[in-house]
């Protein structure tokens, strides 16, 4: 499993979004895109996906935009992950037997380096990452002074 643009992208969009959850007003793709340097048209794309998951909301009208569809810290990195990659993201087949014991024994790493990554990504949230976030620019700025 490898963090793809694609990837990168959404969850900064969602980070972008879990910091503005509590006012309560929806964001427009520009606003995020300024904000973290995504594409326009790409973020569209992006978060049209992540609204069919359920994981955001859209508004439309003049004040319309996009909004978390659940509270930040009830979202992890695994859904985002599952939503954007779909079943690209699920190990080898169990079912088709390994051709040799090699096969058997990269099958087997595998499926552990997988659940391994799974289980950290079902470990941290969005409001993991905000406070993350929050953390190390604070750490930036007692470095600077």
Known sequence: MELSCKNEYAILALIELAVHYKSGEPLQIRQISAQQKIPDRY??????NLRRCGLVRSQRGAKGGYVLARDPWKINLFEVMTCLEGADSQPIEKN??????????????????????????????????????????????????
């Open 43 to 48: 973020l569209e794309q992006l978060l049209a």
């Open 96 to 145: 088709a037997p390994p051709k040799t014991v090699e096969g058997a024994v990269i099958l087997e790493i595998w499926q552990e380096a997988h659940q391994a990554a799974n289980s950290v990504l079902h470990r941290y949230t969005l409001q993991d990452l905000c406070e993350k976030r929050d953390a190390r620019r604070q750490l930036d700025i007692m470095y600077y002074i």
